[in-house]
């Protein structure tokens, strides 16, 4: 293996480091690890570990996980911009730290308390999950980077990153096969291509031994293949656009990493790339805001690497999606993940100043405008989208959820709309809330973001959706034979007595501005009493007031947002409430601002077959164009 173990330059490569291109974009990084440097690292306790199984939180602990990751990658940039003493010492005494931290997996994926009954880490029993395999990479990257330096300044330090790593990521992923993200017992999901393509940059830069790294880059070639296969033809991603960045571009990250090695994907492979570099655009409703389901937030918290969409983009010739990426091209913020990412940021910076990435393109040419595409659907996922004015954000969008209740970071949203205005969502899905210890436990289903009562379904005769995968949408259709509009029946999402159809239509109508809704029943004869009314729900963002017959919603948190948007429906046969949800959980809060409201429309009778509209249309003035 050469000195080159991982695709970027090392400290030794001053024409790049030292270049205006490099330090020009990190001139905030610097000043940041400046200011930091001899003030004490953030600490990793036990007590905050232990949180997770006493009282739930994950928070605590995973915050201060995050922060020393950040601390040290800030540290690590600005040693890479200039390798004085003191900037090295200080990347040492972060690694040194993480290599003395008792585990490297987070609380919440440990099995420690199931295995052995402990709010501790057991270290002689390694766990790898999400957490253990960033913590891999960032040494690893540490290590190809400033090698040399290190070598120098603080002799031994690369022989204890390499035992750590060999302890707790590389011998437990080649010598115990049956962890469940590998898809045993259970489906591939983006844990696989996450954990892999860290476990790869570890392999590549820390095996020394030839034999044992060619076998680690077979076994991630392997894993990385399954997962592509595992995803569906058409690109759709069940977790929505959020995860796609922590799955589907997670493995191309990992499979820019297998060419490097000398590894390249099969056709099978190719197929489903070119499928799901198609993903992220295809959500876009305009500025930052996109189509959310599962556990996605809609307004993304952290400035994704859109450097690997374009290559792929271009390798594929999807010059669609290689458009929406370049968009982001030279925003400031684009060198971090929310992780504050070492590998990412090192990459995303590589390719930028010099072009010389696994692709060539990134750095060619200005920012382009998002070609914010007409209408999408993906089947096997159950999701359509549609605008009003393809290519611009200015007028209506529209999405429609169908699926099923049991999917990965599953919400009960089984024929849910989103609504959005000049490319600002104002009939919305709440998304992802804080993780916390009943996030993914068998109290999941009541927390109010992921139930199906706070999302745009209907309640039937008092019955909300309950989870699982056998409540399903049938007959999701996509028509744009005159206006654009999705067709599905809800029946089967709803444990209801003698409910033999829910149908319901959304259509899109730009000529006038409109987006209805219509929802058509039919009960048996043979149907009991309803155990409640029948209620339509709408969750709402921003400002909301209420009239006979129609609502008005405005979306105050965002001074750039553009015109309100205006609800109508009959009010002779329904009553109307708001009910406001003060959010205090940050994540949602960061999204929304400091409420989201709750529209519902209760039936005044229960017949036994019937219709319900709703229409909704912009109204006031606005920007006349929002990117």
């Avoid at 003191?86 to 730290?97: A, F, H, M, P, Q």
Wanted: aromatic letters at 10%; a negative charge.
């Amino acid at each position: 293996m050469t000195a080159a173990t991982l695709p970027a330059p090392d400290v030794t490569d001053r024409g790049f480091w030292a270049s205006q291109n490099v330090a020009g974009p990190l001139a905030p990084t610097l000043a940041a690890a400046d200011a930091e440097r001899g003030t004490p690292w953030p600490q990793t306790l036990a007590s905050q570990y232990a949180r997770f199984f006493r009282d739930g939180d994950r928070t605590v602990y995973e915050g201060h996980v995050a922060a020393r990751h950040a601390r040290l990658t800030r540290a690590t940039l600005a040693a890479l911009l200039d390798p004085r003493a003191d900037r090295i010492d200080e990347v040492v005494d972060g690694v040194l730290l993480l290599c003395e931290q008792s585990t490297w997996c987070w609380a919440a994926h440990d099995d420690t308390f199931d295995r052995f009954g402990r709010v501790t880490p057991t270290v002689t029993e390694p766990y790898l999950d999400l957490g253990a395999g960033e913590v891999a990479a960032q040494l690893a990257w540490i290590d190809h980077l400033l090698g040399p330096a290190l070598d120098e300044r603080a002799p031994g330090v690369r022989w204890r990153l390499r035992s750590e790593t060999q302890t707790r990521v590389l011998r437990p992923f080649t010598e115990r096969r049956d962890w469940w993200w590998l898809g045993v017992d259970h489906p591939i999901m983006n844990w696989s291509p996450w954990i892999q393509g860290n476990v790869l940059a570890a392999g590549l830069a820390l095996e020394d031994d030839p034999d044992r790294r060619r076998a680690i880059a077979a076994l991630v070639a392997e894993g990385i293949a399954a997962y592509w296969a595992s995803l569906p033809a058409d690109g759709g991603v069940d977790e929505g656009y959020h995860y796609w960045w922590q799955g589907a571009a997670r493995a191309l990250e990992a499979q820019d990493l297998l060419g490097f090695a000398g590894i390249e994907p099969g056709p099978e492979a190719l197929d489903r790339i070119r499928a799901t570099v198609a993903f992220p655009h295809s959500m876009h409703l305009g500025g930052d805001w996109y189509v959310n389901v599962a556990d996605g937030a809609a307004r993304p918290l952290a400035t994704w690497p859109w450097n690997v969409v374009h290559g792929w983009a271009l390798r594929v010739g999807d010059h669609v999606a290689a458009q929406h990426a370049a968009s982001y091209r030279g925003l400031p913020g684009g060198l971090f993940d929310e992780r504050a990412s070492l590998p990412r940021a090192v990459r995303m910076l590589a390719e930028a100043a010099t072009g010389s990435g696994p692709r060539t393109g990134w750095a060619d040419g200005p920012s382009t405008a998002p070609p914010l595409v007409g209408q999408a659907f993906f089947r096997s996922t159950g999701v359509a989208v549609a605008r009003s004015a393809p290519g611009s954000a200015r007028g209506l969008a529209v999405s429609v959820k169908g699926g099923h209740n049991g999917e990965n970071h599953n919400h009960v949203d089984v024929g849910s709309v989103i609504v959005a205005v000049d490319g600002v969502p104002l009939v919305v899905d709440a998304g992802k809330p804080t993780y916390r210890a009943g996030t993914f436990g068998p109290d999941r289903y009541e927390l109010w973001a992921v139930r199906g009562g706070w999302h745009n379904v209907p309640r039937i005769r008092g019955v909300e959706q309950p989870p699982g995968q056998e409540f399903a949408a049938r007959g999701f259709e996509v028509s744009d034979a005159g206006p654009w509009s999705a067709r599905l029946d809800l029946a089967a999402a709803y444990p209801v007595d003698g409910l033999e159809h829910w149908w319901r239509e959304v259509t899109l109508d730009p000529a006038g501005e409109a987006v209805t809704v219509e929802d058509a029943w039919s009960f048996s004869s043979a149907a009991g009493a309803p155990d409640g009314p029948t209620a339509w729900h709408w969750l709402l963002a921003g400002d909301v007031t209420l009239a006979p017959g129609r609502a008005v919603v405005r979306f105050s948190p965002d001074p750039a947002a553009g015109r309100a948007l205006a609800i109508a429906w009959d009010p002779d046969v329904v009553d109307a409430e708001l009910d406001v949800r003060e959010l205090d959980d940050p994540e949602l809060s960061a999204v929304w601002g400091e409420h989201l409201t709750r529209l519902r429309l209760t039936a005044r009778a229960e017949a036994p077959s019937g219709t319900f509209l709703v229409t909704m249309g912009p109204i006031g003035s606005g920007p006349q164009e929002v990117a």
